[in-house]
C-alpha cells in the first residue's frame, strides 16, 4: 500500500530526479553495465560491489523509499529480483545470495532512488555486512512501540478503505486486504518458503492452519489454489533443470586432438571446477524441514 503524496511532496521527488544518476542510468545518459531490463524494472552491475556479480535491481521510475512504490510495480520489482538470485546461483555457481534493502537514510541508503542489491555469497566469504548486535530491550517499550504501530496503522488502514470506497471496520488487518497474487508474490520472493511449499506441497498445506503467521497469511484464502497455482508455475521449471543437471553428468566430452600441455592443465583443473559443481548440487539438493519454516519467521 503505498504512501499518497502531497503537490508539495511530489514536486520536491520530481525535482530530484534531475539529478539522480540512476535516472540517468535508465535513461542511458550514464553508461553502466545492463543486466536485465523490462519496460518498469532495470538491473545493472555494481561499480563498487561487495562480491563477485554483485547487481543494482531498481525501478524505472524514481521513487527514493520503498513505501512510495506502487503495489503492482512493487510486486514485479520483487519477482524480478527473485527470478535474478536464481539466474546469479546457477550462473556463478555460487552457494546463495543476500538481498540488501536500504531503506531510508537512517538504515544506510545513500542514493535518493530505491535500490534493491543482489549481493552472490560463498561460504566463509566474511561478508559480514548484516551482522546486527542485540541488546535487552525493557518490556513496557515494546508494549508503548506496539501500541503505537496499531494506531497508526489503523490509520493507514482507514485511509485505504476510504480510497477503494469500502468501509473501514476496524477489525480488518493488512493481510486481509493482500489479494492472492500478492501472497503468491511474497512467497516466491522468499527462497526458504518457496522451496518448502515446492518440494513438500501436501505437507506444506497442512502446515498453514497450524503455523501462527502462515495462518494469519493465508486468512480468507484458499490454500490449494495458491500452492497448486505456484507448483504449476515453478514446478516444470525446476524439473527441466534438473534433467539439464543429469545431461551435463552424463556427457563428458573428450577431445583426442588437443595438446598435451592443453590436456595436462586441464586434468589440474577438473578437480577444483567438479568440487565447486558438487557443493552446488549438494546446496540443490538440501530440503528444508517443516521445522525450517518458524525459523523464517522467528530467526531462531
Partial sequence: MAIKLSPEQQKAIEEQKTNCPFCKIVKGDIPAKKVYEDAEVQAVMDINPASKGHMLVMPKEHYPIMSLIPDKTFEHLFSVTQQLCGVVQQGLLTAGSTVFIANGAAAGQQSQHFLLHVIPRENHDHLSMLEIPSKPVDLKEIDKIHTDLRNNLTIMLRNHFKQMGKQFTGEQ???????????????????????????????????????????????????????????????????????????EKKAVPVEKSKPHAEEEEAKKKAPEKQEKRNEQEKNEEKKPSIDDIARLFTGK
Avoid: C, R, W, Y
Fill in 173 to 247: 488487518t493488512l493481510l486481509e486486504t493482500m489479494s492472492p497474487e500478492k501472497l503468491i508474490a511474497i512467497i516466491e520472493a522468499n527462497q526458504p518458503i518457496l522451496e518448502l511449499l515446492l518440494t513438500k506441497p501436501e505437507e506444506f498445506k497442512q502446515l498453514v492452519p497450524k503455523h501462527p503467521q502462515l495462518s494469519v497469511m493465508f486468512k480468507g484464502k484458499d490454500v490449494d489454489a495458491i500452492v497448486n497455482e505456484i507448483v504449476k508455475k515453478h514446478g516444470a521449471k525446476k524439473k527441466e533443470h534438473k534433467e539439464e543437471k543429469t545431461e
